[in-house]
């Protein structure tokens, strides 16, 4: 009786797993990518790669989020031009129109030589060509007195979701007339304009609902992205609500009392009714687990984002050593595109066009004041270089600033769509 | 609006000018030849980071279903710096003749916005 029903079960079993394997049988003839972070680097590559493949590659897309808010546009939400609900996404669009296999789980360890990705749950998942592209961890030991505890106190907001909308809490509820201090990252950090945009942000929130608050900004550096654009808008539109400090000013930020919200420095000690801290970056922790990192960044070469350490694995965006290409989800975007060409023409032997790059970065300083700074790229032998640049100019007519909003408005439905659709 | 008042008289000429006299865009047509349509989709990614696929004209005009005269007199234009705007400009800035053909040949190939 248990002999038989022993063997029953293993007939059942041995059918079952016969069954369950045959999709795997058939997707076995197809090339198989697996892409790591479904932001802007991941998402855009896992799309382009099943788009243009058209079904001859299978693609999987492991983000453990279901609902991706963009960092993009949270500054606008901040400064209550923008809801909270109009800068979410799903991966419906990349699951149903492109087929890609969305997995909702974190990776956790990368097997280079068995060429698999190690799920939280146990599963594995095999690839051919492997994309990283987790964004940024934080490093909060780089400020004394600042930790992963602390973050409730003190919001970083440095990646979409919960704490950017933490934040906007604690600037709705500090009391009038109280201190904001803000404290910008040390280089290189994600989005370079992003921390001032969100000072200009909150300073247009504090205007219409605290106009006697103050903005102080604690500077790890000695200057920053569009810096002359944002000096001026905040002299015209916030006229004595902000001072920033530079560190040679201010000497350093010696220490952060959570408890006493107080910012210890060589000039003074700053005590904050609210804050936001934005401490030191390093690529995602897949990036690390996966050995493609050289310290706190992943070296990638420049024609193609394969990580310099394994050439099936490229990484995109944040995590990268793109050198003069900020990191911005317009560069991963950038990216994605070169990285999802190079490894179609690997799996495919689709043609291989030259990489090339490019980035804008929009900010937004008061209502209809927009401004923007970009630059193109090409791959050079040991970086990618630039090719050409602008910027927005002080003094632009307003006629201008607005024209310049408006686009940003426009760029953010066109990469969004050009992620997730 | 994203297009001034100069750019709009520009455009309305070259749009009048591409529905009843072809022959005037002996160049642009000279550039489209040049063009390869596998080319211009690689290219065309880069455009897609802001204009829209669906072809929705909100801050930054829609693109697809261009016709490839006009596509080719706008980027070579916005190349020379005739047009403004710096990110079209730089955009533009580093196409050849055969890039701008290949996605003049793209986008003129997609479906209009409806």
Same mark, same amino acid.
């Given at each position: 009786?248990?002999?038989?029903?022993?063997?029953?079960?293993?007939?059942? &079993? /041995?059918?079952? =797993?016969?069954?369950? *394997?045959?999709? $795997? #049988? !058939?997707?076995?003839? +197809?090339?198989?990518?697996?892409? @790591?972070?479904?932001?802007?680097?991941?998402?855009?590559?896992?799309?382009?790669?099943?788009?243009?493949?058209?079904?001859?590659?299978?693609?999987?897309?492991?983000?453990?989020?279901?609902?991706?808010?963009?960092?993009?546009?949270?500054?606008?939400?901040?400064?209550?031009?923008?809801?909270?609900?109009?800068?979410?996404?799903?991966?419906?669009?990349?699951?149903?129109?492109?087929?890609?296999?969305?997995?909702?789980?974190?990776?956790?360890?990368?097997?280079? &030589? /068995?060429?698999? =990705?190690?799920?939280? *749950?146990?599963? $594995? #998942? !095999?690839?051919?060509? +492997?994309?990283?592209?987790?964004? @940024?961890?934080?490093?909060?030991?780089?400020?004394?007195?600042?930790?992963?505890?602390?973050?409730?106190?003190?919001?970083?907001?440095?990646?979409?979701?919960?704490?950017?909308?933490?934040?906007?809490?604690?600037?709705?509820?500090?009391?009038?007339?109280?201190?904001?201090?803000?404290?910008?990252?040390?280089?290189?950090?994600?989005?370079?304009?992003?921390?001032?945009?969100?000072?200009?942000?909150?300073?247009?929130?504090?205007?219409?609902?605290?106009?006697? &608050?103050?903005?102080? =900004?604690?500077?790890?550096?000695?200057?920053?992205?569009?810096?002359?654009?944002?000096?001026?808008?905040?002299?015209?539109?916030?006229?004595?609500?902000?001072?920033?400090?530079?560190?040679?000013?201010?000497?350093?930020?010696?220490?952060?009392?959570?408890?006493?919200?107080?910012?210890?420095?060589?000039?003074?000690?700053?005590?904050?009714?609210?804050?936001?801290?934005?401490?030191?970056?390093?690529?995602?922790?897949?990036?690390?687990?996966?050995?493609?990192?050289?310290?706190?960044?992943?070296p990638i070469v420049p024609a193609?984002?394969?990580?310099q350490?394994?050439?099936?694995?490229?990484?995109?965006?944040?995590?990268?050593i793109a050198k003069s290409?900020?990191?911005?989800?317009?560069?991963?975007?950038?990216?994605?595109?070169?990285?999802?060409?190079?490894?179609?023409?690997?799996?495919?032997?689709?043609?291989?066009?030259?990489?090339?790059?490019?980035?804008?970065?929009?900010?937004?300083?008061?209502?209809?004041?927009?401004?923007?700074?970009?630059?193109?790229y090409a791959a050079g032998s040991e970086a990618i270089d630039v090719?050409?640049?602008?910027?927005?100019?002080?003094?632009?007519?307003?006629?201008?600033?607005?024209?310049?909003?408006?686009?940003?408005?426009?760029?953010?439905?066109?990469?969004?769509?050009?992620?997730?659709? | 609006?994203?297009?001034?008042?100069?750019?709009?008289?520009?455009?309305?000429?070259?749009?009048?000018?591409?529905?009843?006299?072809?022959?005037?865009?002996?160049?642009?047509?000279?550039?489209?030849?040049?063009?390869?349509?596998?080319?211009?989709?690689?290219?065309?990614?880069?455009?897609?980071?802001?204009?829209?696929?669906?072809?929705?004209?909100?801050?930054?005009?829609?693109?697809?279903?261009?016709?490839?005269?006009?596509?080719?007199?706008?980027?070579?234009?916005?190349?020379?710096?005739?047009?403004?705007?710096?990110?079209?400009?730089?955009?533009?800035?580093?196409?050849?003749?055969?890039?701008?053909?290949?996605?003049?040949?793209?986008?003129?190939?997609?479906?209009?916005?409806?």
């Amino acid at each position: 009786m248990s002999k038989i029903s022993r063997r029953t079960f293993t007939g059942i &079993a /041995a059918a079952s =797993v016969a069954t369950l *394997s045959m999709p $795997s #049988i !058939s997707l076995g003839a +197809l090339p198989r990518v697996v892409v @790591i972070g479904g932001g802007a680097g991941g998402a855009t590559a896992a799309r382009y790669i099943a788009k243009d493949s058209k079904g001859g590659v299978h693609v999987t897309l492991v983000e453990a989020s279901k609902r991706y808010y963009t960092c993009f546009f949270s500054n606008l939400y901040l400064g209550g031009f923008r809801n909270y609900g109009s800068i979410g996404h799903n991966y419906y669009g990349l699951a149903v129109n492109r087929g890609v296999n969305v997995v909702h789980e974190w990776a956790v360890s990368v097997d280079s &030589a /068995a060429k698999k =990705v190690n799920l939280g *749950s146990g599963n $594995s #998942i !095999s690839y051919d060509k +492997l994309v990283i592209s987790p964004g @940024i961890d934080l490093k909060y030991d780089t400020i004394n007195g600042y930790s992963a505890e602390a973050q409730t106190h003190m919001p970083h907001a440095w990646k979409s979701g919960t704490q950017v909308q933490l934040l906007r809490n604690q600037v709705m509820n500090m009391k009038q007339g109280g201190t904001f201090v803000m404290v910008p990252p040390p280089n290189p950090y994600r989005c370079p304009p992003g921390p001032y945009e969100r000072v200009s942000m909150i300073a247009h929130q504090f205007k219409k609902s605290n106009p006697t &608050a103050k903005i102080v =900004v604690l500077d790890p550096k000695n200057k920053f992205s569009k810096q002359g654009l944002f000096m001026e808008g905040w002299q015209r539109h916030y006229p004595g609500m902000i001072e920033w400090i530079d560190a040679d000013t201010h000497g350093g930020l010696k220490n952060i009392n959570v408890s006493k919200m107080e910012f210890e420095t060589d000039l003074d000690t700053f005590k904050a009714d609210a804050a936001c801290v934005v401490p030191g970056q390093k690529a995602g922790a897949i990036a690390m687990a996966a050995g493609v990192n050289n310290g706190d960044w992943c070296p990638i070469v420049p024609a193609s984002m394969q990580s310099q350490a394994d050439e099936n694995i490229y990484v995109l965006g944040d995590a990268s050593i793109a050198k003069s290409m900020p990191k911005s989800g317009f560069s991963a975007n950038s990216q994605a595109k070169v990285a999802a060409n190079h490894i179609r023409g690997a799996l495919t032997g689709s043609k291989v066009f030259d990489a090339r790059y490019s980035n804008t970065c929009w900010s937004l300083v008061a209502t209809n004041d927009g401004i923007k700074v970009g630059a193109s790229y090409a791959a050079g032998s040991e970086a990618i270089d630039v090719t050409s640049k602008f910027v927005s100019k002080t003094g632009e007519d307003s006629a201008l600033r607005k024209a310049t909003y408006e686009e940003s408005i426009g760029w953010y439905e066109g990469i969004t769509t050009d992620m997730f659709s | 609006m994203f297009f001034n008042f100069r750019m709009k008289i520009f455009l309305f000429v070259i749009l009048f000018l591409t529905s009843f006299c072809k022959f005037v865009f002996a160049e642009e047509q000279k550039i489209i030849a040049m063009g390869d349509i596998e080319f211009g989709e690689y290219l065309g990614a880069e455009c897609a980071a802001c204009h829209h696929q669906a072809g929705i004209s909100k801050g930054i005009p829609a693109i697809n279903g261009m016709d490839a005269e006009v596509f080719v007199a706008l980027m070579v234009a916005y190349r020379s710096k005739e047009m403004e705007n710096p990110v079209m400009q730089m955009i533009a800035g580093r196409l050849d003749d055969e890039q701008i053909g290949s996605l003049a040949l793209y986008f003129s190939k997609l479906d209009p916005p409806k």
